[in-house]
């Protein structure tokens, strides 16, 4: 089972846009999505300024999302990657909640990660970890 954590800028994303094909990540199969309380503020904040009438879209998407406050790991596990303090606690809180995935549309700061494992928590795009998914459900029916 995949256990997939989303950044603030996805699931601003996902609610602001209706025909998001971000929101094809709540219907998965054998898939949990998770985002963190700092994360999903941050994504209303930017909701109520961009778009205020899509905050109770974002409210329908958190009510069918694990949503975690929880960024204690040790220190450790964060200390040779190369991440802005802000984005620190994304990472933290994917790692915390033993995400298998942490998805982003930050290239700024998360791209040099992008296609790497941390401490087990797999750091890709959207359309990187739906292509993923897609070959595999090829591989398995092969």
Do not use: Q
């Not at 603030?8 to 846009?17: D, E, V």
């Not at 797999?122 to 993923?132: D, G, H, I």
């Amino acid at each position: 089972m995949d256990r997939v954590f989303l950044d603030a800028n996805l699931l601003f994303s996902a609610a602001y846009k209706p025909d998001s094909h971000l929101l094809d990540l709540w219907a998965l199969p054998d898939t949990e999505v998770v985002t963190s309380e700092l994360a999903f503020e941050e994504a209303r904040r930017n909701l109520a300024a961009r778009g205020p009438d899509r905050v109770g879209a974002l409210d329908e998407l958190r009510a069918r999302t694990r949503v975690t406050g929880d960024t204690r790991i040790p220190t450790h596990l964060l200390e040779d990657v190369a991440l802005p303090d802000k984005d620190r606690p994304i990472l933290a809180a994917a790692l915390a909640v033993g995400c298998t995935h942490l998805l982003t549309g930050d290239r700024r700061h998360f791209g040099a990660l992008c296609g790497r494992t941390i401490a087990g928590v797999l750091v890709l795009t959207p359309a990187e970890y739906f292509r993923r998914r897609r070959s595999a459900g090829r591989r398995r029916r092969a």
